[in-house]
C-alpha cells in the first residue's frame, strides 16, 4: 500500500511541474503591465525609472528564466506582493481561504445530513411519490446556474425580511468598529452565511441525494440482503445495519475527494454575495490584472485539485485492493 | 444442401430486422420524460432560430417595390444593431411593444433573449463536438494501440483533468480579451473544449479495451480485415452510443459554463448578447432591484435548456444501455 | 480410414510450437512465463478432422490461435501447405487468410452485434475482392447461409434475432464465405444446447464433405469428439500427450492422462458397470510447471524417470503417438 502511495506521489511532481509552466505561460499572455501594476495605477514615473524597474522585476529575462526564478521562490513559500491588498500574496491566500471553507464547511455538514437520509428513503421507496420529487428536484439543482438561483433568492429575500442580509459576510460598520464580543461575532458572521450557505447546500444536494440513492438501490439489490430479509429481520434492521454500512462506503469515497474542495472557493456564488473569500481574490486580481496574486491562486486551486485526485485515487485504493497491484 | 433444418417456428418470415439503433429509438419512445426532454429542446432551438427572425421581419417597414427573394435574405439576415440605441425608450417594463421590456440600451429584451439564445446554444453545441472530437480521438488512439502511446496518452490526459476549470478558463478568457466582442464566443467553445475532454477520452477508451478482446474483434482480424475498417466500420459504432450521451449531457454542461463566464464578464462581452451576459446586467443593484424583465428571463431560459438537455440525455443513455439503476 | 490415411496429403505441420505468454510480476521483478503451449508437434492431413482435446487451461485454444497465425509463436514454426507462415508479417498474412479460417466458441460475443447477417458474412469477401458490391455480393451470401442451414430471409436480420444454434450457424458461414482449405474450430458447440450440438454438428460435417475441408476440431468434450473426429489428440497443461485414430485412442488409449480421462466418462448404461476413477490431484499452475513429465504429479504409475526427464512423443504403434516413458508397459 505504502508503494501505492508513493507511486502516486512520485507522479504529482512531474503533473505540478507541467501545470504550473503552463500557468504561467497563460499568464503571460494576460495585458497589463507589470511596471504599472508594481507602481500602482497611475503613478507617473520617468521611462528610466520604468526601465530599471523592469530590470529590477527581472522581466528582461528570457522567459524560461522568468520560470525558474518564479518556481524557485514559489518553492520557498514567497508568493509575490499583491497591489490590491497590498499585502504578501501569501498572506492574503491564507487568510480568505478560512472564509470560503466556512462557507463549504457548513454547506457539506447540511448537504449530507440531508442528503442520507433523503437518499435512503428515495432508494426504499423507488419510484414513489419521495422519490420522483427529488429526482426533479435534482435535476433542476444541476440544470440550474447556481448564480441565478443566489440572485433570485436574494431578490425575493431583499424586501421582506430584515435580519437576512444580503451580501458581504459582516455588517460593515459592526466591522470597523468591532464586535461586543465573541457571540455577536458570531451570531453576525451567521446571519450573513444563511443565504450563501443555502444556495451552496442546494447545489451539493442536488448531486448528493441522487448519489445516495443510486448508491442504496445498489446495495439493496444485491444478494446478501435478499438472505437478510428472508431470515426475518425486520426491514428497518435490514437497512439500517446491513445496506446503510455498506452504501455508505462509495460516498466516503467521493466525500474523500471533496476535502480538499472544501478550501477553494465557490468563485461565482462568493461573487454574487460579495463574500470575502478566496474565490472572489481570484476574480479581483484577474480585473486588476494583479499578477502575482492571480499566479499564486490559480496555484492554490491546481494544488487543491490534484491534492483531491490523489485522495479519490487512495480511497479507491483502500476500497479495491486490486487497483493497487498495477 | 445440410441436413439441418431450420427452426421455421421461431423465426418466420414476418420478422423485421431490427438493427440495435431501431431497438434503442424504440426504448426511448417509451420514455416519456425523455421525449418530453427531446421535443422542449427541438423547440428551443427553433424558438431561437425563428424569434429573432421574426423581429427582423417586423422591422422592414416599406415592402414597396422589394422582391420575395430579398425579404428572406434579409430576414434571415438578422442585424442585431437593428434593435435598440433608443434611448429614450430604456428601462421600459414589458408592453405590448416590447413584450419582455428593454434594457439600459433601449433595447427589445425579447429579441436580445432569443438572439442571445442563438449565441449560448451555438456554444454548447460547438464545445460538445470540440470535447467529443478531442475526447475520441485520444480514447480511441489510445485504446486501439495500447502499450506505450497509451501510457502517454492517458497520462495528457490526467494533467489536463488536473486543471482548475473554472480559474483556468477564467485567466484564459481575461487573456483573450482583446477579441472583438462578436468573436468572444468562439473563445469560450476553444476554453471549454480544452479542458473537457479527459472524461470522455478515458469512457472511449475502456469501451475500446473492452471490446477489442471481444470476440467478433478477433474475428475481423483472423478474416483479414483492414485497421481502419476495423476502427471504423467494427469499433466505432460500438462506441458511438457513449458519444452521443456525453455529447448531449456535455452540452448542458457547456451553457452553464458560459453562463458563469459570461456572468464574470469573461466570456461572451457585449454588446454580443448571450444569456451569462444578460444575467451579468444584475451585478448593477438599479438593474437587479428595479428591472428584473432585463436578467430573470435569460436564467429561466438556461434553466429550461440544460433541463431539457438532461432529460433527453440521460433518456438516451437508458435507451442504449438499459441498467436496474435509473 | 486405413486406407484413407495411407494415401494422404499432409496440409498443416506443426512442428515444436511453444508460445508462451509474460506476466508481470511486480516492479522490479522479471515476468513470469504462462507456458500456455509447451513444444507440440503433429501433423495434419488433407480431408481429416483432428479433435483436440483437454481440460481448461491445457493450451488447445491457444494453438488453434497460434496455428491461424492470430499469435505469433514463441519458438517452433507452423508450415501450412508446405510454406512456413510462422513469422510472416501481417501484410503478407492477409492472403493466408483466405486459406485458413477460425470459428469461435461463444455465439453471442463472436458476431458484431452492430452488422447484420448479410455483412457479417459478406465483409470479408469484399476485402478479398472475391465479389463486388451489389446483387452479387448478397446472392453468395444467401448461397453460403443456406448452406449452413440458415434462410434466405435471415439475410438482413441482426444477432440478436437468432438463438445460440442460428448464431455459431452464422459464424460458420462467416468462416466459409472465403471458401478455405483449413478451418480451426475452436469449441464450436460448447455453448449450445445438447440437442443443437448433433445439429451442428452434422452441418460442419456435410460442409467438409461438399468443400472438402479439414478441420482442427478444439473440444473438451470427449463425446463429442468422439461424433466428428477422424484422429484424436490429447493434451495437457500445453503438451500433447497422445495423438491417434479415433477408435485406437477408445479402444487402446496409451498414456494414463488418456486412460484416466476416458474412465471418467459417466457410461449412460446401467448393464455396463463401470467403475469411476478419479484422477489425483489438482492440476497444477501453467507458470510453474512441474518438471519432467508434467503429468507427474498425478500418475498412478509415476516412477523416478517420469520426474526428470521430458518424455518423447514417439509412434509407439502405427499412426499412434505418445509422449510417455513407460507407455509399452502400463
Redesign the interface.
Known amino acids: 500500500m505504502l508503494r501505492f502511495l508513493g507511486k502516486r506521489l512520485l507522479q504529482l511532481i512531474p503533473t505540478m511541474l507541467i501545470i504550473s509552466l503552463l500557468i504561467f505561460f497563460v499568464l503571460d499572455l494576460m495585458p497589463g503591465d507589470p511596471v504599472q501594476a508594481y507602481l500602482g495605477v497611475g503613478s507617473e514615473v520617468s521611462p528610466e525609472r520604468q526601465d530599471q524597474i523592469r530590470e529590477q522585476l527581472g522581466l528582461n529575462d528570457p522567459l524560461p528564466l522568468q520560470y525558474v526564478y518564479w518556481l524557485g521562490r514559489v518553492l520557498r513559500g514567497d508568493l509575490g506582493r499583491t497591489n490590491i491588498y497590498n499585502a504578501e500574496v501569501s498572506d492574503v491566500i491564507f487568510g480568505f481561504i478560512w472564509n470560503s471553507f466556512l462557507l463549504n464547511i457548513f454547506a457539506l455538514i447540511f448537504a449530507l445530513l440531508i442528503a442520507i437520509p433523503v437518499g435512503i428513503k428515495s432508494a426504499v421507496k423507488k419510484y414513489g411519490l419521495f422519490d420522483n420529487f427529488f429526482t426533479v428536484f435534482s435535476l433542476a439543482g444541476v440544470s440550474m446556474p447556481t448564480f441565478f438561483f443566489a440572485l433570485i433568492l436574494i431578490f425575493l429575500f431583499a424586501r421582506n425580511i430584515d435580519w437576512i442580509p444580503l451580501n458581504g459576510m459582516r455588517t460593515s460598520i459592526l466591522a470597523v468598529r468591532g464586535y461586543d464580543n465573541l457571540w455577536h461575532n458570531i451570531t453576525d458572521v451567521g446571519r450573513h452565511m444563511l443565504l450563501p450557505v443555502t444556495v451552496l447546500t442546494m447545489t451539493s444536494l442536488a448531486t448528493l441525494t441522487r448519489y445516495t440513492r443510486n448508491s442504496v438501490i445498489e446495495v439493496i439489490n444485491q444478494d446478501y440482503i435478499r438472505t437478510a430479509r428472508s431470515k426475518g429481520l425486520t426491514e428497518k434492521v435490514v437497512i439500517y445495519k446491513h445496506a446503510f454500512r455498506n452504501a455508505l462506503l462509495p460516498l466516503i469515497t467521493i466525500l474523500g475527494m471533496w476535502v480538499p474542495a472544501l478550501f477553494g472557493g465557490a468563485i461565482l456564488l462568493e461573487t454574487v454575495f460579495l463574500w470575502p473569500g478566496i474565490g472572489r481574490v481570484l476574480l479581483n486580481g484577474i480585473t486588476s490584472q494583479d499578477l502575482s496574486l492571480v499566479m499564486a491562486t490559480l496555484v492554490f486551486y491546481a494544488v487543491l485539485r490534484v491534492a483531491g485526485n490523489l485522495l479519490a485515487d487512495i480511497s479507491y485504493g483502500l476500497a479495491d485492493p486490486r487497483v493497487r497491484v498495477k | 444442401m445440410s441436413e439441418a433444418k431450420v427452426d421455421e417456428t421461431v423465426n418466420a418470415p414476418r420478422l423485421k430486422p431490427e438493427g440495435p439503433w431501431k431497438i434503442a429509438w424504440k426504448r426511448f419512445k417509451k420514455n416519456k420524460i425523455a421525449v418530453v426532454g427531446g421535443v422542449s429542446f427541438i423547440l428551443i432551438v427553433l424558438a431561437v432560430i425563428i424569434v429573432p427572425m421574426i423581429y427582423s421581419f417586423n422591422l422592414w417597414r416599406d415592402v414597396e417595390g422589394v422582391s420575395t427573394g430579398q425579404l428572406i435574405r434579409e430576414t434571415i439576415n438578422v442585424d442585431l444593431r437593428a434593435h435598440g440605441f433608443e434611448l429614450a425608450n430604456s428601462e421600459q417594463p414589458p408592453s405590448r411593444e416590447n413584450l419582455l421590456g428593454t434594457d439600459r440600451q433601449g433595447r427589445d429584451v425579447m429579441f436580445r433573449l432569443f438572439y442571445g439564445g442563438r449565441i449560448s446554444m451555438m456554444v454548447g453545441v460547438l464545445s460538445a463536438f470540440l470535447t467529443v472530437t478531442l475526447g475520441t480521438l485520444v480514447g480511441g488512439v489510445a485504446g486501439y494501440y495500447g502499450g506505450k502511446i497509451d501510457g502517454v496518452l492517458m497520462r495528457f490526459a490526467e494533467i489536463v483533468q488536473s486543471i482548475p476549470f473554472l480559474p483556468m478558463m477564467m485567466v484564459i478568457s481575461a487573456a483573450m480579451r482583446w477579441v472583438p466582442s462578436d468573436q468572444t464566443m468562439l473563445v469560450v467553445v476553444f476554453v471549454v473544449g480544452i479542458l473537457s475532454w479527459p472524461g470522455l477520452s478515458r469512457v472511449v477508451r475502456g469501451q475500446i479495451l473492452s471490446l477489442r478482446e471481444q470476440e467478433f474483434m478477433q474475428a475481423t482480424e483472423i478474416l483479414g480485415i483492414s485497421d481502419t475498417s476495423r476502427i471504423v466500420r467494427h469499433l466505432l459504432p460500438n462506441v458511438l452510443a457513449y458519444i452521443i450521451v456525453s455529447a448531449t449531457l456535455g452540452m448542458g454542461g457547456a451553457i452553464l459554463l458560459e453562463a458563469g463566464l459570461s456572468f464574470l464578464g469573461l466570456g461572451v462581452t457585449p454588446p454580443m448578447p448571450s444569456w451569462g451576459n444578460m444575467i451579468q446586467t444584475a451585478r448593477n443593484s438599479t438593474v437587479f432591484q428595479n428591472y428584473p424583465w432585463i436578467w430573470v428571463p435569460p436564467g429561466m431560459m438556461i434553466m429550461f435548456t440544460v433541463i431539457s438537455v438532461n432529460l433527453l440525455g440521460e433518456g438516451l443513455r437508458d435507451a442504449f444501455d438499459p441498467k436496474e439503476i435509473r | 480410414m486405413r486406407e484413407k490415411l495411407d494415401n494422404r496429403e499432409p496440409i498443416l505441420e506443426v512442428r515444436n510450437v511453444k508460445k508462451y505468454f509474460p506476466v508481470s510480476a511486480g ?1 522490479f521483478k522479471k515476468p513470469f512465463q504462462v507456458k500456455a503451449v509447451d513444444d507440440v508437434s503433429f501433423t495434419m492431413y488433407k480431408g481429416e478432422t483432428l479433435g483436440l482435446v483437454g481440460e481448461s487451461g491445457c493450451g488447445k485454444s491457444t494453438l488453434g ?1 497460434t496455428i ?1 497465425r ?1 499469435y505469433e509463436p514463441t519458438d517452433g514454426e507452423i508450415i501450412f501447405k508446405g510454406n512456413d507462415i510462422s513469422h510472416l508479417s501481417s501484410h503478407k ?2 492472403y493466408l ?2 486459406q485458413m ?2 470459428i ?3 455465439p453471442y ?8 447477417v448479410n455483412s457479417i458474412v459478406g ?2 469477401m469484399l ?2 475482392k472475391l465479389v463486388k458490391k451489389g446483387h452479387d455480393y448478397e446472392d453468395k451470401v444467401v448461397e453460403i447461409i ?6 434466405a ?2 439475410v ?3 444477432p ?4 445460440g444454434g ?1 448464431r455459431q450457424r452464422i ?1 460458420v458461414a ?1 468462416a466459409l464465405a ?1 471458401n478455405p482449405d483449413f478451418i480451426v474450430a475452436d469449441e464450436p458447440v460448447s455453448a449450445l444446447d445438447v440437442s443443437v450440438q448433433s ?2 454438428l ?2 460442419m460435417n ?2 467438409k464433405d461438399e468443400f472438402g475441408l479439414s478441420y482442427l476440431f478444439i473440444s473438451h468434450d470427449l463425446s463429442v469428439v468422439k461424433h466428428i473426429s477422424d484422429r484424436i489428440g490429447v493434451m495437457y497443461l500445453g503438451s500433447l500427450v497422445e495423438l491417434s485414430g479415433k477408435d485406437d485412442l477408445y479402444f487402446n488409449p496409451l498414456h494414463p492422462y488418456t486412460k484416466a480421462l476416458l474412465a471418467a466418462i459417466p457410461e449412460p448404461d446401467p448393464r455396463k458397470i463401470k467403475k469411476m476413477e478419479a484422477i489425483k490431484g489438482e492440476i497444477p499452475s501453467n507458470i510453474n510447471t512441474p518438471s519432467g513429465c508434467k503429468f507427474h504429479t498425478r500418475c498412478p504409475y509415476m516412477k523416478d524417470r517420469c520426474k526428470e526427464e521430458v518424455p518423447e512423443f514417439r509412434e509407439l504403434e502405427k499412426d499412434h503417438f505418445v509422449a510417455c516413458h513407460f507407455a509399452e508397459e502400463i
Do not use: I
Not at chain 3, 443456406?146 to 434462410?151: D, H, I, S, V, Y
Not at chain 3, 440478436?160 to 438463438?163: L, T, V
Open positions: 516492479l490461435r491461424v492470430l498474412l492477409k487468410r483466405q479460417q477460425l469461435f466458441q461463444d460475443s463472436s458476431l458484431n452485434p452492430r452488422m447484420n465483409e470479408a476485402t478479398h443456406e448452406k449452413c442451414g440458415l434462410a430471409y435471415h438482413n436480420r441482426y440478436h434475432q437468432f438463438s442460428q459464424g462467416r472465403l445439429q451442428v452434422n452441418m456435410s460442409l
